[in-house]
Structures are given as structure tokens and as C-alpha cells.
């Protein structure tokens, strides 16, 4: 999967890249501001999320529940330095919780997780942007 898209368009790209996950993990990774944060949160809305969806980048984790009565963590791991910080927030039984565990800035990572995942990529191309499922 591969989709051109301007940043107006991400409610439809979510649609997509819903469609695309295969697995309970699901990284996303690209550099700042290009919309991972904006793009997961039209994913987990589109889950119908009970909760207020907010970005996790202070709060680490951010814990929704669905209409279902499912829960999604949505992860940042933008603030992390090292794998002891890691480890202190659980972050590997989040990973084995079997909820949906969509991750930002998950290349840290993904050398460490044995569970199957799916990973995005976005990439910036003038006014365009580029998501790429790589895995």
C-alpha cells in the first residue's frame, strides 16, 4: 500500500490505512509535523472512541475505549531516551495486552518487539504527502 495525499485529506487516507492493519501493533514512523499524530487520531476516531482523543506526547500512553468496549493505546515515544525508560512505562505489556497498540516514533523499537506488527511510513514530498506500509 502506497497513497499520495495533501494533509486536508488524512480522514479519507485513515480509511485506508485502516483497512491495512493486520496486527494488534502498528508502527508509525516519519519525521515531525508530518502528520502521525493527526493521522492516528482519525484512525482511532473512526473506531468510536468514547473518549476524548488527545496526543500522547507527555502523557506517553493514552488509553481509549470503543463503543465495543474494546481499548486502543495510542503510544509516543517520541520523549524516550533508552530502553530503561521503556521498560518502566510497561510498554511491553501493552504490546501484549492483544488491544490495538498504534505507536508514534516506534523505529526505536522495532528491534526489540518478537510480535508481529505493521509498519507506516510517512514521508513529505513538497505539498504531498507520502504513507507507505512497509511491513
Partial sequence: MKIKFKKN???QVSVEVKKNIDTNIVLVSGEMGVGKTTLIKEIVLSMDVMDNVSSPTFSIINEYKTNQNKVVYHID???IK???EIEAIGLFEYLESGNLCIIEWGDMIEKLIDLKYDKFIITKQNELRIIEKIK
Fill in 77 to 79: 515515544l517520541y520523549r
Fill in 9 to 11: 485529506q488524512l480522514k
Fill in 82 to 84: 533508552n530502553i530503561s
